[in-house]
C-alpha cells in the first residue's frame, strides 16, 4: 500500500477506482475495495447501524454485538471490504472515542467509596493482579518465553473500558455489581497500563546493553505515570473552572469533548499515556463538581457515532488466524483470566459486601477482555511491530482470545447484570 498522505486518500475521487480494467465492477466486492476509503466506511457504517438494531430488536442481544460483527463481516477475514491497514487514517477518531468513553467512565468513578469499603479497593486491586499472575504463570509453564508471558498478563489484567460503558448505556443497570464493575474496569485500566510499562522495563533489563536500556526504561515509566497523572489532574481542573464560568447546559457536552481532545492531544504530544490522563480528568473534574457535573453518555451525539465506529474498527481487527494450532495457548489464557478473576472476587466477595450470586455476576461481567491499553501506546493499528522480542505466536494467541472474549463477553455480562444480579428487572419487549 504507498504511503500517501491520509487527505489525498479521502480526497481521491471514487472514479479513479473505477478507470480501470475492472471499472465495471464498482459495486461487486472487488469494486468496492477499490473505492474510497470514506466511501467503504460510509457503507459499513450503515450496514453497522441496521444490523446492531436487528441484533437487538430480533435477538435482544447488545448492539455492539452488531457493530463488530459488521467490522469482522467487511474485515479480510470474511468479505474484504475494507482492508486492516484502512484503519490507519482513522486512528486519530478511534483514539479519540476511546478517550470520550474513558473520561466519562473517569467521572463515574467514586474514589471515596474504595476510602469507605477499603475491602473493595482490595478486590479491585488484587483481581487484576492475580489474572495477570494466572496468565504469565500459565503460558510459561506451556513453554511461552518469560517476557511474553508477562505481556499477555499484563494485558490480561484489563477489562474493556468501550464494552462496560457500551452495555451500561444501552442496559442502563443499576445496583452494586454495576457500580463495581465500573469502579474495577477503572482500575483495571491503569493497572493495565502501568503493567506494560513495568513490561518494557523487565524487556529493556533482557537487552544486551541492559544497564543504559534499564534505566532509559525505569525513567521513562515513572514520567509516564506522574506526567500522566498530573496532566489529568490539570485537565479535570481546567473543565470545572470553565464549566463554572460558562453555565450553559448546551455547551457543556462541547466544553467536555474539547477538554477530552486537548488533554490527548497533550498527552501524545509528550508521550504519555492518553488513557490514564483521562480517567483521572474525569476523576477531578467529578471531585471538583460533585453533582454539577453532568456528563451525557458518549459525550453527545457525535461521540455515539464515534462509538458505533469504534465498534466497528474493533470488529476489523477480529482474527481467528491459526486457531486450530493454538487453541491450547488461547484456551490457557481465557481458562487462567477467568480463574484468577474468579477466585480473587470469590475470596473477598463477604467481607466487601457482595452475596455469592453478585459475586458471581461480577466475575462474569469483567471477562470482556481489552487491547486498547496496547493500541494507545503505538502509531499505528498494527501495533505487533511495535512489542520488540515477544514471540508473534503468543501474540497471535492474545489476539485470538481477545476476539473470543469480545464477542462472547458482552452476552455473558448482559446475562449477569439481568439474571444473576438482577439490575435491568424490566426485559426489553419485542417491539422495542
Do not use: Y
Amino acid at each position: 500500500m504507498p504511503n500517501t498522505p491520509a487527505l489525498e486518500n479521502w480526497l481521491a475521487p471514487a472514479a479513479q477506482a473505477a478507470s480501470g480494467p475492472s471499472s465495471a465492477a464498482l459495486w461487486t466486492l472487488d469494486g468496492l475495495r477499490g473505492a474510497d476509503p470514506v466511501l467503504g466506511f460510509a457503507i459499513v457504517l450503515l450496514l453497522a447501524v441496521v444490523l446492531g438494531e436487528a441484533f437487538h430488536r430480533r435477538l435482544h442481544l447488545p448492539r455492539m454485538v452488531g457493530h463488530m460483527v459488521t467490522g469482522a463481516l467487511a474485515s479480510p477475514l470474511a468479505f474484504r471490504l475494507l482492508e486492516r491497514t484502512d484503519l490507519d487514517p482513522w486512528k486519530p477518531l478511534l483514539d479519540l472515542a476511546i478517550g470520550v468513553l474513558v473520561f466519562e467512565l473517569g467521572s463515574r468513578i467514586r474514589p471515596r467509596w474504595l476510602v469507605d469499603n477499603p475491602w473493595l479497593a482490595l478486590t479491585c486491586v488484587l483481581e487484576g493482579a492475580l489474572a495477570g499472575i494466572c496468565v504469565t504463570l500459565a503460558l510459561h509453564a506451556m513453554g511461552v518465553p518469560l517476557v511474553t508471558a508477562v505481556l499477555a498478563g499484563a494485558v490480561a489484567m484489563s477489562t474493556s473500558p468501550v464494552i462496560t460503558l457500551g452495555l451500561v448505556h444501552e442496559m442502563r443497570p443499576r445496583g452494586q455489581v454495576t457500580e463495581r464493575l465500573l469502579m474495577t474496569t477503572a482500575i483495571n485500566c491503569v493497572l493495565t497500563m502501568v503493567a506494560i510499562k513495568a513490561w518494557r522495563v523487565l524487556a529493556a533489563a533482557d537487552a544486551p546493553s541492559w544497564s543504559d536500556e534499564l534505566l532509559t526504561a525505569a525513567a521513562s515509566a515513572i514520567f509516564v505515570v506522574s506526567g500522566s497523572l498530573l496532566l489529568g489532574v490539570a485537565a479535570g481542573w481546567l473543565l470545572a473552572k470553565l464549566t463554572e464560568a460558562i453555565r450553559g447546559v448546551d455547551a457543556t457536552p462541547v466544553l467536555q469533548i474539547a477538554v477530552v481532545i486537548l488533554a490527548a492531544m497533550l498527552a501524545a504530544q509528550w508521550t504519555l499515556s492518553p488513557l490514564l490522563a483521562l480517567l483521572v480528568a474525569g476523576m477531578t473534574a467529578r471531585r471538583k463538581m460533585g453533582h454539577a457535573l453532568t456528563v451525557e453518555p458518549h459525550l453527545g451525539s457525535a461521540g455515539a457515532a464515534l462509538s458505533v465506529l469504534l465498534f466497528i474498527s474493533l470488529g476489523m481487527l477480529f482474527t481467528l488466524d491459526d486457531l486450530l494450532q493454538l487453541w491450547p495457548l488461547v484456551l490457557a489464557l481465557i481458562v487462567a483470566r477467568f480463574v484468577g478473576k474468579g477466585v480473587a472476587v470469590a475470596a473477598l466477595a463477604r467481607p466487601s459486601g457482595l452475596s455469592g450470586r453478585q459475586a458471581l455476576a461480577l466475575t462474569l461481567t469483567l471477562q470482556p477482555m481489552s487491547s486498547l491499553a496496547v493500541l494507545l501506546t503505538a502509531d499505528t493499528l498494527g501495533w505487533s511491530g511495535q512489542l520488540p522480542g515477544v514471540d508473534p505466536r503468543m501474540l497471535q494467541a492474545l489476539l485470538v482470545a481477545t476476539t473470543i472474549l469480545h464477542l462472547v463477553g458482552p452476552l455473558l455480562s448482559q446475562w449477569s447484570l439481568r439474571s444473576l444480579a438482577d439490575e435491568c428487572p424490566h426485559a426489553p419487549r419485542k417491539d422495542a
